[in-house]
């Protein structure tokens, strides 16, 4: 195809009709178009925008780019959670088996962290003989026997997708809400869902710093999941301050088997529950959101999501032996120091960025994307605002490699923390739902 008019339209704010964008996603995606002319049409995207119609028709053109799973006809509704990433959160990992558990099928296609914001699929890798990349053939088997999956993309699924996303990278075209929504619906809607919770982060280590901003992304995905036939929701959560009390791919796993059997954080154990509940409420499963929290909180309080984990991850390869024995460590890092508080007080802040900051420079995040992983290093036994602590009073655990690391964090970790004389007013982490 001739592409170049279709690139001087947009960039002159004019608008592009579904079949065109399905042509050039398809020659894109075959290798007929150049980087550089998608890299010029990505930045006129950047600077025009585009309709909710073109966007829906980019996001379908993305979905349709490869393969889509095709599921039996089954009673269980086919459902799914996203989050726009940040620190600690590790929600997916026991939101997957209790999901199954409550009697839905899960396809949970997830990715890796790149920069500061932890990758599902990282934490999922530091389980002994976990694995991660599965046919799509398996992952039908596994979500029909099993109840759930956590797996990355097949590499045919959604392949305009990654191609799109690494120009997007390379081009400064990222922060683009039309691109961003179809390149997470994209590959949300190759799940065939009924329906869909997205879990959209604000704050300091959040991809939208502000409410208001993650408010529009929000609306516009909620807005085209819809459109597309997935009942969509949205909730927008607060990522000023790490989720739960640990921040590191293995000490991630190790919390959230602790929230699977009942004893997980309090704002861990919050969205858990919350994206069931709306899952629930949804599909038609519960009335309101009320009952369908009890009905979470009770299957989670069942022990069966636990046992649910167990399954899933000896269906991905785990070594169920070798994962409980690593999970019986206090630590799998070669050096763990405590981080101290110099005075008494309450905690006032707890700085996530900070905080993923030092965890990727410890390793246990990505510079780049060919950068190697170390899955034991984060921190534990995070203070959080509005806890007390006495002088010497203790802020968090640091697991580094060596300790030559180990001492040069240590005032990096601590100035992430404030302790103040009064209580700080409480933050509530749940503030806003979109439903339409």
């Known amino acids: 195809m001739n592409f170049l008019p279709l690139i001087e339209a947009k960039r002159e704010g004019k608008l592009l009709s579904q079949a ?25 995207i950047y600077f025009r925008g585009l309709s909710t119609a073109e966007t829906n028709a980019l996001t379908l053109a993305m979905r349709d780019s490869g393969d889509v799973l095709k599921f039996p006809r089954d009673r ?33 296609i997830s990715g890796r962290g790149l920069g500061i914001t932890g990758g599902t699929l990282d934490k999922l890798d530091s389980i002994p003989g976990f ?42 075209t990222v922060p683009s809400i039309p691109l961003i929504t179809a390149s997470i619906l994209s590959k949300k809607l190759a799940e065939s869902l009924d329906a869909l919770i997205l879990d959209v982060k604000f704050g300091c280590a959040a991809f939208m710093q502000t409410q208001a901003d993650a408010r529009k992304l929000a609306q516009a995905m909620v807005a085209l999941g819809n459109n597309c036939g997935t009942d969509t ?79 899933m991850i000896v269906a991905q390869g785990a ?19 405590e981080v101290k508080s110099d005075m008494a007080g309450y905690v006032s802040r707890c700085d996530a960025r900070g905080i993923g900051e030092v965890i990727r420079d410890l390793g246990g995040g990505r510079l780049t994307k060919e950068s190697a992983i170390n899955y034991d290093v984060g921190v534990d036994r995070i203070a959080k605002p509005g806890e007390r602590v006495e002088k010497s009073g203790l802020l ?4 580094a490699a060596n300790s030559a690391q180990a001492k040069s964090t240590v005032t990096r970790l601590k100035a992430a923390f404030k302790v103040s004389a009064n209580h700080p007013a409480p933050r509530p982490l749940v503030v806003e739902t979109i439903s339409r």
């Open 233 to 311: 929701r949205a909730i927008l959560t607060d990522m000023n301050t790490p989720l739960g009390h640990s921040a590191g791919n293995w000490l991630e796993v190790k919390e959230s088997v602790q929230c699977l059997a009942g004893k997980g954080p309090a704002d861990l154990m919050e969205l858990v529950l919350t994206s069931a509940a709306y899952l629930l409420v949804q599909t038609g499963k519960s009335k309101s959101l009320p009952a369908a929290r009890k009905q979470a909180e009770a299957c989670l309080n069942s022990g069966e999501p636990r046992t649910k984990w167990d399954e």
């Open 396 to 399: 968090c655990r640091l697991h």
């Open 131 to 172: 694995k991660t990349l599965l046919p799509v053939g398996q992952i039908i088997k596994q979500v029909q026997q099993v109840g759930c999956v956590i797996c990355g993309q097949t590499d045919n699924m959604v392949p305009a997708d990654k191609k799109i996303y690494a120009l997007r990278d390379a081009s400064g």
């Open 319 to 337: 070594d169920l032996k070798a994962f409980n024995q690593k999970l019986a460590l206090d630590s799998t890092a070669r050096i763990v120091v």
């Open 20 to 44: 065109k964008i399905q042509e050039f996603i398809r020659e894109f995606t075959a290798g007929r178009i150049p980087d550089y002319q998608m890299a010029a049409m990505l930045m006129a």
């Open 76 to 108: 269980r509704p086919l459902v799914d959670k996203h989050s726009t990433g940040g620190i600690g959160d590790k929600v997916s990992l026991p939101l997957a088996p209790l999901l199954a558990c409550l009697g839905f099928r899960v396809p949970m």
